[in-house]
C-alpha cells in the first residue's frame, strides 16, 4: 500500500529554519513526481515546490523561492523540503503528494495520494 509521512514541523522564529520530510512506504519516491503543498486556515491549498521523477528538474512557488529547496534522498525513500528565513506567512499544514502519471512536475499536477501533513509555525 503506497503511503507518504511528513514529519519536522514544528514551531518557529521569523527567520529560522526547518526541514520537512517526506518519508514513502510501498512505492520508490525515485519513480514518483513528489510535490509539497500547505494550507493556512485562511487561505487555500497552495503549491509549495515540486521535485519530477524524470531529472529531478524542480519547480517553487514564487512566495518561496530562494528560501526554500526540495531534494530526494534514494536510499532513505525520502523527500526532503528545506525552509530557510521562515516568515510568518509560511505558517500553515504542509503536505506532500505523489503525481504518478507525470513524469515532469507541475505545482497544479493530479497528486493522487497525500500525507496527513506536518504543522509549522512561523511565531515570535
Known amino acids: 500500500q503506497l503511503r507518504l509521512v511528513e514529519s519536522g514541523g514544528g514551531l518557529v522564529q521569523p527567520g529560522g529554519s526547518l526541514r520537512l520530510s517526506c518519508a514513502g512506504s510501498?512505492?520508490?519516491?525515485?519513480?514518483?513526481?513528489i510535490g509539497w503543498f500547505r494550507q493556512a486556515p485562511w487561505k487555500g491549498r497552495e503549491g509549495v515546490s515540486c521535485?519530477?521523477?524524470?531529472?529531478?528538474?524542480?519547480l517553487y512557488a514564487d512566495s518561496v523561492k530562494g528560501r526554500f529547496t526540495i531534494s530526494r534522498d534514494s536510499a532513505k525513500n525520502t523527500v526532503y523540503l528545506q525552509m530557510n528565513s521562515l516568515k510568518p506567512e509560511d505558517t500553515g499544514v504542509y503536505y506532500c503528494?505523489?503525481?504518478?502519471?507525470?513524469?515532469?512536475?507541475?505545482?497544479?499536477?493530479?497528486?493522487?495520494?497525500w500525507g496527513q501533513g506536518t504543522q509549522v509555525t512561523v511565531s515570535s
Open positions: 503528494a505523489e503525481d504518478r502519471a507525470s513524469l515532469v512536475c507541475r505545482l497544479n499536477g493530479n497528486y493522487d495520494s
Open positions: 510501498g512505492f520508490t519516491v525515485d519513480y514518483y513526481t
Open positions: 521535485i519530477s521523477t524524470v531529472g529531478g528538474n524542480t
